[in-house]
C-alpha cells in the first residue's frame, strides 16, 4: 500500500524567512514523488517532481530513499508562497499502479508580511 | 479556456436523490481521473480511464457510484440514492499516456457536492 503523510497542518513563517514543508512516504516498491499547490481559488497544479530535478518559483525538493522522504524547502519565503501544498506519490514499477495518485492531507503555509 | 472544466460547480442536493457530474478533459489527454477530496484530506482516488475504458475503481467507489467516458473525451459521475457522506469536493483530472513515465495530470476546478 502507498501512504504520503504531512505531519504539519498548519506552517507560518514571515517574509524572507526559510520554509520546509514536510513528507514523509511508505511504498516498497520505486516511487515518483511530486509536490503540488492550490492557491486561494484556484485549482490544484503541479508545482514540482522529483524526476525534473527542477526549481520551481524558488522551491525545491530533494527524494531521499533512505529517509523516505521529499521536502520542499525554499531558502526566502515570499507572501505569494501562501498556499495549501500537498505532496504525492506515484508507484514505478509493475507491480503497482502507475497512473493514480496518492496524496498526503497537505499543508497550509501562511507567509507573513 | 483550455484546461480540464468540470460542471456544475457546485450542486446541492437532498439526500436520497441522484447527481450527474461532468469532466471535459483537455482534448488531447486520453486519460481522465476522478479523485474525492473532503474537509482537511488530500485528494482520493476514485477511478480512472484510459480512453473509454474504465480500468481500476477503488474501493472508495460504491455501487452507488458509476463513471462512463463513452466516446473517451468528455466522462460523467453519477452519484445515485446520496448520501451525507457523499458530500465533497468531487475532481476529475487529465493527462497523455506515456509508458512508464507519467505525464502531469491537470486537475479541473472540481464540483462541490453538499448533500442535506
Known amino acids: 500500500a502507498q501512504r504520503v503523510t504531512q505531519p504539519e497542518k498548519l506552517l507560518s513563517v514571515f517574509k524572507g524567512a526559510p520554509v520546509e514543508l514536510k513528507c514523509n512516504y511508505s511504498y516498497s516498491g520505486s516511487p515518483e514523488l511530486f509536490w503540488y499547490v492550490q492557491y486561494s481559488r484556484q485549482r490544484l497544479q503541479l508545482l514540482l517532481r522529483?524526476?525534473s530535478r527542477e526549481s520551481i518559483k524558488g522551491f525545491t525538493a530533494d527524494l531521499n530513499k533512505g529517509e523516505t522522504s521529499f521536502h520542499l524547502k525554499k531558502p526566502f519565503a515570499q507572501e505569494e508562497d501562501s498556499a495549501m501544498y500537498y505532496c504525492?506519490?506515484?508507484?514505478?514499477?509493475?507491480?503497482?499502479?502507475?497512473?493514480?495518485?496518492?496524496f498526503g492531507k497537505g499543508t497550509l503555509l501562511t507567509v507573513n508580511p | 479556456d483550455t484546461g480540464v472544466s468540470q460542471n456544475p460547480r457546485h450542486k446541492i442536493t437532498k439526500r436520497g436523490q441522484n447527481v450527474t457530474f461532468r469532466c471535459d478533459p483537455i482534448?488531447?489527454?486520453?486519460?481522465l481521473y476522478w479523485y474525492r477530496q473532503t474537509l482537511g484530506q488530500g485528494p482520493e482516488f476514485l477511478t480512472y480511464?484510459?480512453?473509454?475504458?474504465?480500468?481500476?475503481k477503488s474501493r472508495l467507489l460504491s455501487d452507488r457510484f458509476s463513471a462512463e467516458r463513452p466516446k473517451g473525451s468528455f466522462s460523467t459521475l453519477e452519484i445515485q440514492r446520496t448520501e451525507q457522506g457523499d458530500s465533497a469536493m468531487y475532481l476529475c483530472?487529465?493527462?497523455?499516456?506515456?509508458?512508464?513515465?507519467?505525464?502531469?495530470?491537470?486537475f479541473g476546478p472540481g464540483t462541490r457536492l453538499t448533500v442535506t
Open positions: 504525492a506519490l506515484r508507484a514505478l514499477n509493475s507491480g503497482g499502479s502507475n497512473y493514480k495518485l496518492t
Open positions: 522529483h524526476i
Open positions: 480511464f484510459q480512453n473509454e475504458a474504465q480500468l481500476e
Open positions: 482534448s488531447e489527454h486520453n486519460r
Open positions: 483530472a487529465s493527462s497523455q499516456q506515456g509508458g512508464s513515465y507519467s505525464y502531469e495530470q491537470y
